[in-house]
């Protein structure tokens, strides 16, 4: 379907697209319904049988295509991935075989003896200036002439399969689907397993539906599941502590994302740890909420500035009162998370594009202290280097695996899959 035949369909109202097989349906609920051909040659293992790929060309279209805003519904897929493999993830990660635009640009640029972005004390002919200027511009018609990126990255929840860490809603998923599997996650482009929401929308499976204390609730309201402006300072928002300072009258700035950074470059928060069973009630220090919050702009240091009546503090104490004890404790839940990744493509994939999945699936197991650098090597990935360490460096902190962002409290496997 194309993105002008896409864009007759919003118009006309219908603005979810049900693809079943080959059929596109319109439908009124802004959401793209996927599902699979029950074929072989759709389905593809890869070499270390960690992950598998969905193939099928009219749901990739349907996906890049989409009206603005609409969201994907992947339960059909779901559905196949369980009839056919023997596997028990307790979550699906699906991720498009989509490249980042700006990997993309880096990759093409490489490939033509250039680096993307030019440094202050880069030396050139006017000669190599030139090329460089007519390289550039011819890479970014090409890039201007690919598909939008699709849909943003999120997470959706099937259940919860603890006790206290609050009831935030969840998703209905069929007959098939079994007691322990939480949810799946979508990311839009693969480069966000490794350097993106991978880690932050896993997350939700256990933080952001806390039922209070009513501060801290109306922060998690307010900012859909993230935690505000408060002193959380985790991958699903609030302030990293240390950083919030007065302004005077009333004002304040901190190094803040309310609704979560998108990128694991930071640690997951002693809350978040506690809510996902790799933290005991005693490792959560006092949270300060700011309530009243107006936000007014940022510094030059790209610090928030903002406006609060007054802060609360909220404890872990009263945390545990409005939303129970999590069961099971810190002492017996589990430390080790089985997932499954699917590749969604619109071609089976050669063994060059299953090793990007490997060496992420490799990084994201790795031991904590792992460097993303080290494992996609530049001379077998020209341009994704650069991307990264320009990206890294906005804030001189590297990219971080599960093992890091968890302080080496917990382990991500990827299941290992047979039909």
């Keep these: 379907m194309s993105a002008n035949t896409a864009g007759q369909l919003s118009r006309a109202g219908l603005n979810l697209i049900c693809l ?42 349907a996906i890049l295509s989409a009206p603005t805003g609409a969201r994907l519904a992947l339960e059909c897929v779901v559905d196949e991935f369980l009839l056919r493999f023997d596997s028990r993830p307790e979550a699906i990660v699906f991720t498009l075989d989509f490249e980042d635009r700006f990997v993309t640009m880096a990759r093409l640029m490489a490939e033509r003896g250039f680096e993307l972005w030019l440094s202050d004390g880069t030396e050139m002919s006017e000669e190599e200036f030139l090329r460089y200027g007519v390289a550039y511009q011819e890479v970014l018609r090409i890039v201007d002439g690919l598909p939008d990126p699709p849909a943003l990255a999120f997470n959706a929840r099937f259940r919860r399969l603890e006790r206290g860490i609050g009831t935030s809603s969840v998703k209905g998923c069929s007959w098939l689907c079994p007691e322990y599997l939480r949810g799946y996650v979508f990311l839009p482009t693969k480069e966000q397993l490794v350097a993106g929401r991978f880690l932050h929308e896993f997350a939700h499976f256990w933080g952001g539906g806390l039922a209070g204390p009513p501060a801290l609730k109306a922060q998690l309201d307010r900012y859909k599941g993230h935690w505000g402006f408060s002193s959380v300072g985790g991958l699903l928002g609030g302030w990293y502590p240390g950083s919030l300072a007065p302004r005077g009258e009333g004002l304040f700035h901190a190094d803040v994302k309310p609704a979560g950074r998108g990128v694991n470059r930071s640690a997951y928060a002693p809350l978040e740890l506690y809510l996902m069973g790799l933290a005991g009630p005693d490792e959560v220090p006092p949270i300060q909420v700011a309530v009243g919050v107006e936000r007014l702009g940022e510094t030059e240091q790209g610090l928030d500035v903002f406006a609060a009546e007054r802060f609360e503090t909220v ?52 031991p904590e202290h792992e460097q993303l650098l080290d494992v996609f090597l530049p001379e077998q990935y020209p341009g994704q280097h650069e991307v990264w360490e320009a990206f890294s460096g906005l804030s001189e902190a590297p990219y971080l695996n599960f093992a890091g962002t968890t302080g080496d409290r917990g382990k991500l496997r990827f299941e290992a899959t047979r039909e």
């Design 20 to 61: 079943i097989g080959t059929c596109v349906v319109g439908c009124e609920n802004n959401t793209i319904s996927l599902c699979f051909v029950d074929n072989d040659d759709d389905v593809q293992i890869s070499p270390s049988g960690r992950a598998v790929s969905f193939m099928n060309s009219k749901s990739y279209e």
């Design 315 to 366: 404890t872990i104490a009263e945390i545990i009162e409005a939303n129970g004890e999590r069961v099971p404790s810190f002492a017996d839940a589990p430390k080790e998370y089985h997932v499954a990744l699917v590749v969604l493509t619109d071609h089976r994939l050669s063994d060059s594009e299953w090793d990007f999945y490997e060496r992420a699936m490799d990084f994201l197991e790795g």
